[in-house]
T-cell receptor, first 109, second 115 residues
Framework: GQNIDQPTEMTATEGAIVQINCTYQ??????LFWYQQHAGEAPTFLSY??LDGLEEKGRFSSFLSRSKGYSYLLLKELQMKDSASYLC??????????WGAGTKLIIKP | SAVISQKPSRDICQRGTSLTIQCQVD?????MFWYRQQPGQSLTLIAT?????????ESGFVIDKFPISRPNLTFSTLTVSNMSPEDSSIYLC????????????FGSGTQLSVL
């Protein structure tokens, strides 16, 4: 079956760095997305990786290893506004999105 | 990019009634999707809204319960029929303006509570 695993919840300190991991098992693979979702709001796009390696975008970076079925989202210089859920989603061979349950990130001062 | 207007933003409904959610996009898009997000859980795809033809439903979702209309490339509706408390959830429409491996844009969601 198809499956996405990511931690349920993580806590980090303002100004620090946090890495949110995601492992996936899908029928074929056409890329991996990370979305941010603040409480009570819709998800917003953060990143898309289809090739191995690290993609950096400001304070946020996303990494993909296709051979390991693994991705992570790295958040640097954490701010209180980064408190949100982070959703990992893999695109399978039929271009169907398989969603993880999300990681709730709590930022403490 | 795409700007999506979804309404209502929230509603409280009685058991057995139906609610229609509307999704309006500011540009023509081929792919429109309807998702459900239950409390503390991730997104579950209900169906793909196809313009000019019947929607494509995912396993566990049927047309009688979740009829969908897609009269043109900028508009779609999802109806939650004969509601029960188990239908209490956030319903999200989303669009994919570009190619199949491009990002989704989401509407602001409809928070539905069924009493």
């Amino acid at each position: 079956g198809q499956n996405i695993d990511q931690p349920t919840e993580m806590t980090a300190t303002e100004g620090a760095i946090v890495q949110i991991n995601c492992t996936y098992q899908t029928s074929g693979f056409n890329g991996l997305f990370w979305y941010q979702q603040h409480a009570g709001e819709a998800p917003t796009f953060l990143s898309y990786n289809v090739l191995d390696g690290l993609e950096e975008k400001g304070r946020f970076s996303s990494f993909l290893s296709r051979s390991k079925g693994y991705s992570y989202l790295l958040l640097k210089e954490l701010q209180m506004k980064d408190s949100a859920s982070y959703l990992c989603a893999a695109l399978d061979s039929n271009y169907q999105l398989i969603w993880g349950a999300g990681t709730k990130l709590i930022i403490k001062p | 990019s795409a700007v999506i207007s979804q309404k209502p933003s929230r509603d409280i409904c009685q058991r057995g009634t139906s609610l229609t959610i509307q999704c309006q996009v500011d540009s023509q898009v081929t792919m429109m999707f309807w998702y459900r997000q239950q409390p503390g859980q991730s997104l579950t795809l209900i169906a793909t809204a196809n313009q000019g033809s019947e929607a494509t439903y995912e396993s566990g979702f049927v047309i009688d319960k979740f009829p969908i209309s897609r009269p043109n490339l900028t508009f779609s509706t999802l109806t939650v029929s004969n509601m029960s408390p188990e239908d209490s959830s956030i319903y999200l429409c989303s669009v994919q303006p570009g190619h199949e491996n491009e990002k989704l844009f989401f509407g602001s969601g409809t928070q539905l509570s069924v009493l």
